[in-house]
T-cell receptor, first 115, second 115 residues
Framework: AQKITQTQPGMFVQEKEAVTLDCTYD???????LFWYKQPSSGEMIFLIY??????QNATEGRYSLNFQKARKSANLVISASQLGDSAMYFC????????????FGTGTQLKVEL | GAVVSQHPSWVICKSGTSVKIECRSL??????MFWYRQFPKQSLMLMAT?????????EQGVEKDKFLINHASLTLSTLTVTSAHPEDSSFYIC???????????FGPGTRLTVL
């Protein structure tokens, strides 16, 4: 079975600084997708970025980039130029291709951006 | 992306009553809908997957007779928590996807409190 591990329950970062949120995964499948979602206190899940297992380039979306290291099975999220509005819970998730589009989520990292 | 709504956004009910939560895909034909449960400070746990017009597939440990899921159309799925108890108090989130598409679009969630 697949598993997602986020080892940082909480992180602090100063405004305008960059921060890396860690995510490692475990699967024996060769084809899978990795996602990052942001969940503010209001509860909605906001999609941030996606990386396919066969994508050779690291995904980027604006201030978000995904540091994908396939051999190490890690998919860390990098947020550049942090803003106060980035304070939220961040979840890493994995979907197995052929797994019915089901997502398995990590335990999340609570990020707080400080002045 | 798709716009997904949930109703109600929050509900308080007495122990022993049943509660129905609706998930609507407003601009998107959702062949598949997912229901998740999230306890405070925890991750999202998939409860069940439903495909339009067929019975839902429940994850291990989720009681199908307690959590009734109906996906009668491409735009509506309902989750009914039958004979709710305080331990069912949680945040319930639905998501939708289309066949062959990787991305899931999440609803805003429903907070259930059982007294």
């Amino acid at each position: 079975a697949q598993k997602i591990t986020q080892t940082q329950p909480g992180m602090f970062v100063q405004e305008k600084e960059a921060v890396t949120l860690d995510c490692t995964y475990d699967t024996s499948d060769q084809s899978y997708g990795l996602f990052w979602y942001k969940q503010p206190s209001s509860g909605e899940m906001i999609f941030l970025i996606y990386q396919g297992s066969y994508d050779e380039q690291n995904a980027t979306e604006g201030r978000y980039s995904l540091n994908f290291q396939k051999a190490r099975k890690s998919a860390n999220l990098v947020i550049s130029a942090s803003q106060l509005g980035d304070s939220a819970m961040y979840f890493c998730a994995m979907r197995l291709t052929g797994g019915g589009n089901k997502l398995t989520f990590g335990t999340g990292t609570q990020l707080k951006v400080e002045l | 992306g798709a716009v997904v709504s949930q109703h109600p956004s929050w509900v308080i009910c007495k122990s022993g009553t049943s509660v129905k939560i609706e998930c609507r895909s407003l601009d998107f034909q959702a062949t598949t809908m997912f229901w998740y449960r999230q306890f405070p400070k925890q991750s999202l746990m998939l409860m069940a997957t439903s495909n339009e017009g067929s019975k839902a597939t429940y994850e291990q440990g989720v009681e199908k007779d307690k959590f009734l899921i109906n996906h009668a159309s491409l735009t509506l799925s309902t989750l009914t928590v039958t004979s709710a108890h305080p331990e069912d108090s949680s945040f319930y989130i639905c998501s939708v996807s289309q066949a062959g598409e990787s991305e899931q679009f999440f609803g805003p969630g429903t907070r259930l409190t059982v007294l």
